[in-house]
C-alpha cells in the first residue's frame, strides 16, 4: 500500500453540479460495425462467437435474422469481409435466438426457431482461408435449442427445448456427433452450461444456479446449489481462472452481476457485485480476471475482478446509443477470446461491432480531503470523467476503484462542483490518497503559512515535536516535510538546509 498527499488549489466554483450523459466509452475502440437486416420489429441479430483458422486467420461467427454470418475480421478488420452463410430456422421467435460453439475445427449451432433444419446445425471449418467451409449433416435429436456449451473432453451438453432438461451427445467424431445421455430431471429450468475440470454449472432460471459432478455421464450428482437472495432469473454462468469464485448473471432489471466463492461448496459466499447504468445485464464470459458483460442498452462493460470483493469497471462501450433504459434491447453476447485483444460484440439492432480492448488493469485510491483550513469535509461525491461514474464519501472518507493510470474527478459538495483533481491509480494496488484544498497553495517549509520560510517556522516545527502545540491536519502534513509519516528531528533538519537556500 501507497501513501500520497496531494495539494490542490481551489480555483473552480460553479453554481450547480453539471448534467452529463449516462454512458461514456473507454478502453474499448472501435474498429469497425458491421449492420444486417432486421425484421419489422428491428430485432434479428442474436449472439456471438469466434474462431482461428490454421494460418491465424480470425473469424467472428454471428446470429442474424436468417442464419449464421462467419466473417473475417483480420485481413482488413476496418472492413470485415463475410466469407460463409450458413441459413438456418427463422421462425416463430421474436428474439431470433442462436447460440455457437466451437471444437477443434467444428462449428456447432443451436436456435430457438422453426423451419428448415431444425437440430443442432454442424460446420467443417477446416478448410478456412483457402476454401468456404462445408456444412455437414444436422444433428437432430433435438430440435430447438436456447443454449449449448462443449467440455475440453469433447461432450457437448444441448439446453433441450423440450423434454430432458439437458441432452448429452459425444464429439469422439466431431463430424458426427452421437447421443450420449441426459441430465434426466436434474438441472430443472435449464437456460445456460458451463463446465471445467469434471463440474458443471448449471443456470436454471427460476431455480438458482446448480453445481454438478459431471465426471461419470452415467451417473450425475448435485452437488450444491445457489440461490440468489431476492433471486432474479438465473441466466449464465462462468468460472474464474482460479476457479475459486463463479461469476453470474439474472436477466432480471435491477439484479447485479454476482462473484461468489466456491472454493468449499458446503460453504458458497457472495463476494461482489456489480451493475451498469441500465440495470440489466445479460451474459458474462470471464478472461483472466476481466469479465466482459453483454450489457443489453449500455453495451459492452469489462469488469476487473482482481479483488472479488471490490469488482471495477475497466472499459465500456455503448454498443446501443439510442437510450440506456431497461429492457431486451441492445448487447446480446460478447466474445473476447482472440489473440489480438479484439473483443467482438453483437447488438440486436445495431449489428456486429469489432472492438479493440486496452487492458487497463483496476486499482484503488482511498483517504480524505481536508478543505483549506485543514478541517477534513464530509459527505462529498467524487465523479469521474473517464466513466462518469460518482463515488460517495462515507462521512469524510472515500475508497475508489478506478482502471489504472492518472484520471480526472470532480469534487461535488452540496450539489455544487468544488474543485477539479487528478488521482493516480496503479494496478492491483491500493494507494492512500489524501487531498487538500488550498485556496493560495503552500511554499515548502512555510509550517506557519506566513509565506515566509525563516527561523519562524523552525521555532513553529520544534512546538510541534516537543508537543508545545497541536498541530491541525493540513499542518501536519506540511511540517512532515521529509514524508516518512512521522514529524521528527530529521524535517528539523531538511527545514534549516531549505532556509540556507533562499
Request: charged share 15%.
Given at each position: 500500500m501507497k501513501k500520497i498527499i496531494i495539494n490542490i488549489f481551489l480555483t473552480l466554483l460553479f453554481s450547480s453540479a453539471l448534467i452529463f450523459p449516462q454512458v461514456q466509452n473507454y478502453n474499448l475502440n472501435l474498429v469497425s460495425n458491421i449492420e444486417f437486416e432486421n425484421d419489422a420489429n428491428n430485432f434479428g441479430v442474436s449472439d456471438v462467437w469466434g474462431y482461428t483458422d490454421e494460418t491465424g486467420v480470425e473469424y467472428a461467427i454471428v446470429g442474424y435474422r436468417f442464419g449464421t454470418s462467419i466473417i473475417d475480421v483480420s485481413t482488413d478488420p476496418s472492413n470485415p469481409i463475410e466469407v460463409y452463410n450458413i441459413p438456418g430456422p427463422s421462425s416463430y421467435d421474436y428474439y431470433y435466438h442462436r447460440d455457437y460453439k466451437t471444437y477443434g475445427d467444428y462449428l456447432y449451432i443451436v436456435n430457438e426457431m422453426f423451419g428448415d433444419?431444425?437440430?443442432?446445425?454442424?460446420?467443417?471449418?477446416?478448410?478456412?482461408?483457402?476454401s468456404a467451409p462445408i456444412k455437414l449433416e444436422t444433428y437432430s435429436s433435438i430440435e430447438q435449442s436456447h443454449n449449448l456449451w462443449i467440455d475440453p473432453d469433447g461432450l457437448v451438453f444441448i439446453e433441450h427445448y423440450s423434454g430432458d432438461n439437458i441432452q448429452i451427445a459425444d464429439l469422439s467424431s466431431p463430424s458426427e456427433p452421437s447421443y450420449l445421455g441426459s441430465f434426466g430431471s436434474l438441472a430443472p429450468g435449464c437456460h445456460d452450461i458451463y463446465s471445467a475440470n469434471g463440474i458443471?454449472?448449471?443456470?436454471?432460471?427460476?431455480?438458482?444456479?446448480?453445481?454438478?459432478?459431471?465426471?461419470?455421464?452415467?451417473?450425475?450428482?448435485?452437488?450444491?446449489?445457489?440461490?440468489?437472495?431476492?433471486?432474479?432469473?438465473?441466466?449464465?454462468?462462468?468460472?474464474?481462472?482460479?476457479?475459486?469464485?463463479?461469476?453470474t448473471t439474472e436477466e432480471?432489471?435491477?439484479?447485479?452481476?454476482?462473484?461468489?466463492?466456491?472454493?468449499?461448496?458446503?460453504?458458497?459466499?457472495?463476494?461482489?457485485?456489480?451493475?451498469?447504468?441500465?440495470?440489466?445485464?445479460?451474459?458474462?464470459?470471464?478472461?483472466?480476471?476481466?469479465?466482459?458483460?453483454?450489457?443489453?442498452?449500455t453495451?459492452?462493460?469489462?469488469?476487473?475482478?482482481?479483488?472479488?470483493?471490490n469488482p471495477v469497471e475497466?472499459?465500456?462501450?455503448?454498443?446501443?446509443?439510442?437510450?440506456?433504459?431497461?429492457?431486451?434491447?441492445?448487447?446480446?453476447?460478447?466474445?473476447?477470446?482472440?489473440?489480438?485483444?479484439?473483443?467482438?460484440?453483437?447488438?440486436?439492432?445495431?449489428?456486429?461491432?469489432?472492438?479493440?480492448h486496452n487492458q487497463k488493469r483496476a486499482g484503488?485510491?482511498?483517504?480524505?480531503?481536508?478543505?483549506?483550513?485543514?478541517?477534513?469535509?464530509?459527505n462529498y461525491t467524487l465523479r469521474s470523467i473517464t466513466n462518469l461514474k460518482e463515488y460517495n464519501a462515507n462521512g469524510e472518507d472515500y475508497f475508489i476503484g478506478h482502471p489504472e493510470g492518472s484520471h480526472q474527478f470532480e469534487l461535488i459538495l452540496n450539489d455544487e462542483v468544488l474543485e477539479e483533481l487528478i488521482l493516480e491509480f496503479v494496478g492491483y494496488e491500493t494507494i492512500e490518497t489524501n487531498i487538500y484544498l488550498n485556496d493560495e497553495g503552500f511554499i515548502e517549509g512555510d509550517i506557519n503559512q506566513d509565506q515566509l520560510v525563516d527561523i519562524l517556522d523552525v521555532v513553529f516545527l520544534v512546538n510541534i515535536i516537543l508537543g508545545q502545540y497541536s498541530p491541525t491536519a493540513f499542518e501536519s502534513v506540511i511540517a512532515n516535510i521529509n514524508g516518512d509519516l512521522s514529524v521528527n528531528v530529521q524535517d528539523i533538519i531538511l527545514l534549516v538546509n531549505i532556509i540556507l537556500l533562499f
Open positions: 433444419d431444425t437440430g443442432m446445425q454442424v460446420v467443417d471449418l477446416s478448410p478456412l482461408p483457402y458443471a454449472y448449471i443456470s436454471e432460471g427460476n431455480n438458482g444456479f446448480g453445481i454438478y459432478d459431471i465426471s461419470n455421464i452415467g451417473s450425475i450428482i448435485q452437488l450444491a446449489e445457489i440461490i440468489p437472495p431476492s433471486s432474479g432469473y438465473a441466466h449464465n454462468a462462468w468460472l474464474s481462472l482460479d476457479g475459486n469464485h463463479l461469476v432480471t432489471q435491477g439484479k447485479t452481476v454476482k462473484v461468489w466463492d466456491i472454493s468449499d461448496f458446503e460453504n458458497i459466499n457472495l463476494k461482489g457485485e456489480y451493475l451498469g447504468e441500465n440495470g440489466l445485464a445479460h451474459n458474462v464470459h470471464v478472461m483472466g480476471n476481466f469479465v466482459y458483460i453483454s450489457h443489453y442498452t453495451g459492452l462493460k469489462v469488469v476487473d475482478i482482481y479483488d472479488p470483493q475497466v472499459a465500456a462501450f455503448d454498443t446501443y446509443p439510442q437510450n440506456d433504459n431497461g429492457g431486451f434491447y441492445g448487447c446480446w453476447g460478447a466474445f473476447p477470446f482472440t489473440s489480438n485483444n479484439f473483443v467482438y460484440a453483437s447488438d440486436m439492432q445495431n449489428g456486429l461491432f469489432i472492438l479493440e484503488w485510491n482511498y483517504g480524505k480531503i481536508y478543505d483549506y483550513s485543514g478541517q477534513p469535509i464530509f
